[in-house]
């Protein structure tokens, strides 16, 4: 019968460094092992990449705002191309 659990997970985070993360379950009576295993993983893997999930976060926030400012900054090229091309027809005629 099983009684402890146990899930450890390395993450390479890159520049040589890894983190590490453990955590021990003791199975308390007529606990399900399969239902307790399956637990213990999914909150090691979540755990062990939150601290990773804030750069992400920001990242993607400053990325957007870098592309809005490029969608204006590109539709204003484009009016001012179109402007200047209407400006050339009415000097042509």
Do not use: C, W
Request: aromatic share 4%.
């Amino acid at each position: 019968m099983i009684k402890t659990i146990a899930y450890k997970r390395i993450l390479n985070m890159g520049n040589y460094e890894s983190k590490h993360l453990e955590i021990t379950y003791e199975l308390g009576e007529g606990e399900e092992p399969g239902l307790q295993i399956s637990t213990v993983m999914e909150m090691v893997e979540r755990k062990i990449r939150e601290d990773q999930a804030i750069p992400i976060v920001e990242e993607i926030a400053a990325l957007r705002h870098e592309l809005r400012q490029l969608k204006t900054e590109h539709r204003e090229l484009l009016e001012k191309m179109t402007d200047d091309v209407s400006s050339n027809k009415e000097g042509i005629f």
